[in-house]
Structures are given as structure tokens and as C-alpha cells.
């Protein structure tokens, strides 16, 4: 496989991964996410659109320029992260202090729904392995990743 066929399988399968991780920690594990967590999900997402255009135009030129974009959605989604951990390590501020996940309904579903919600912080991590919580390993994969897409795209420029 050749450099940029490398860039396409990670910015395909670095945020499908990532996602899972999210995902699983959620439905399986049981840590609820907070606000944060979610705003760090959107900017996978879009990689993963991104990333599977990019695959299908692969011989175009859009196709590095959607390749590109996927790298820099998975680097958003970094950034977030970084900001997001920064709040848990109480390095700065966030913009929000819990999140919780209303449904519609009536009156009566609607208040079951927040009584049965937990309350979730983007200050307190839920989560760490050897002081790092999900939003700093967020950051750092996916800031990593990131930047070898691009490396793997320069490297597939040169003659």
C-alpha cells in the first residue's frame, strides 16, 4: 500500500475507532458523556464522510482535498479535546458545567426523563488510566493521527 493509500485507511479507521471507543465506553461501559464529550463525536463523524469520499474520488484531486479535510476534522476533534481535558485538569474554564439527554414527550415523560438522567460534569472525568482521561487520550490520538495523514500526504508528494 502505498503513502496515500496509508492516509486513506487511517482517516477512515482512526475516527471509526475513536467512535467505538466513545461508543462503547457509553452503552457498554456506562460512562455517561457530558457536552464536551459529545462536541469532540461531530468532528469524527465528519471524518468518517470525508474519509470514505475521499476513497471513492481517490483519483481525483478532490479526492486529496477531502482526504485533507478529514485529517484536519480528526484534528478539530483533538482540539476539543484538548480543551475539554484542560476543563477536567481545571487548567481553565468550560463553557458549559453538566449536559443530560432530554427526550420529548409530555409533561409527565419529560420530567421521568430528567429525574432518571444523571447529571453529567465536563469538569470531573470519569475515566483515567495513568492521569490521562478519555478527552486528553481523545486529544492526543487524535492529534497524532492527524498529522501523519498529513505526513503520509507529503510523503506521497515527493518524487
Not at 409530555?106 to 447529571?119: G, H
Not at 453529567?120 to 495523514?149: E, H, K, P, Y
Request: with cysteine; net charge positive; hydrophobic share 55%.
Amino acid at each position: 500500500m502505498d503513502a496515500l493509500g496509508k492516509a486513506r485507511a487511517l482517516a477512515l479507521l482512526a475516527p471509526a475507532v475513536l467512535l467505538g471507543g466513545a461508543l462503547g465506553s457509553q452503552y457498554l461501559g456506562g460512562l455517561h458523556p457530558c457536552e464536551m464529550c459529545y462536541w469532540q463525536r461531530w468532528p469524527h463523524w465528519a471524518a468518517l464522510a470525508l474519509a470514505v469520499l475521499a476513497i471513492a474520488l481517490r483519483k481525483s484531486a478532490a479526492g486529496l482535498w477531502l482526504l485533507a479535510l478529514a485529517a484536519f476534522a480528526i484534528f478539530v476533534s483533538g482540539g476539543i479535546g484538548v480543551f475539554h481535558a484542560g476543563v477536567e485538569y481545571g487548567w481553565w474554564e468550560g463553557l458549559t458545567s453538566c449536559s443530560t439527554g432530554l427526550s420529548g414527550g409530555s409533561a409527565e415523560d419529560i420530567l421521568n426523563s430528567i429525574m432518571a438522567t444523571p447529571v453529567v460534569r465536563c469538569d470531573q472525568a470519569q475515566w483515567t488510566f495513568a492521569g490521562i482521561s478519555l478527552a486528553g487520550f481523545n486529544a492526543i490520538f487524535s492529534i497524532g493521527v492527524a498529522i501523519a495523514i498529513w505526513g503520509l500526504m507529503a510523503k506521497a508528494r515527493k518524487p
